[in-house]
C-alpha cells in the first residue's frame, strides 16, 4: 500500500506562485511513478505532470509547460515527496490538485488516471483575478 497526502494548496492573485507537495510512505521509493492531476468544479480529471520513480523523466500537460514543474525527493527506501511548484498561475488553475502513484510502471511517466493506482484527497488550489 501507498498513502498520499497533499499540502500546499490555498489562494494565490494572477501571476502568483505556489508549491504543492505530496508525501508518499509505505512502499520503497524506486516502485513507482507519481504524477499531478486536478479537476475543476463541472469538468472532467486532467493530467499535470508526472515523474517517474528517480526522477529521471518528467511528462507535462501543454497547457503547464514552462509554468509548472514537478520534482521528487527520495529519502529513505519507505519515504518519498512530490512536489509541484506552480508559477505563472493563471484563473483556469484553479482546481482540486490530486497527487497520484504509478504501481504498475514506475519507469514511466503516465498522463491516464486510470494508470494510477494510489491518490490523495487532493488539496484546493484557487487562483483569483
Known amino acids: 500500500q501507498v498513502q498520499l497526502v497533499e499540502s500546499g494548496g490555498g489562494l494565490v492573485q494572477v501571476g502568483g506562485s505556489l508549491r504543492l507537495s505530496c508525501a508518499a510512505a509505505?512502499?520503497?521509493?524506486?516502485?513507482?511513478?507519481m504524477g499531478w492531476f486536478r479537476q475543476a468544479q463541472g469538468k472532467e480529471r486532467e493530467f499535470v505532470a508526472a515523474?517517474?520513480?528517480?526522477?529521471?523523466?518528467?511528462?507535462?500537460?501543454d497547457f503547464v509547460k514552462g509554468r509548472f514543474t514537478i520534482s521528487r525527493d527520495n529519502p529513505k527506501p519507505t519515504v518519498s515527496t512530490a512536489f509541484l511548484q506552480m508559477n505563472s498561475l493563471k484563473p483556469e488553475d484553479t482546481a482540486v490538485y490530486y497527487c497520484?502513484?504509478?504501481?504498475?510502471?514506475?519507469?514511466?511517466?503516465?498522463?491516464?488516471?486510470?494508470?494510477?493506482?494510489?491518490w490523495g484527497q487532493g488539496t484546493q488550489v484557487t487562483v483569483s483575478s
Open positions: 497520484a502513484a504509478d504501481w504498475t510502471s514506475p519507469w514511466g511517466t503516465s498522463t491516464q488516471a486510470n494508470e494510477y493506482e494510489y
Open positions: 515523474i517517474n520513480y528517480n526522477g529521471g523523466r518528467t511528462d507535462y500537460a
Open positions: 509505505g512502499r520503497t521509493y524506486g516502485t513507482y511513478a
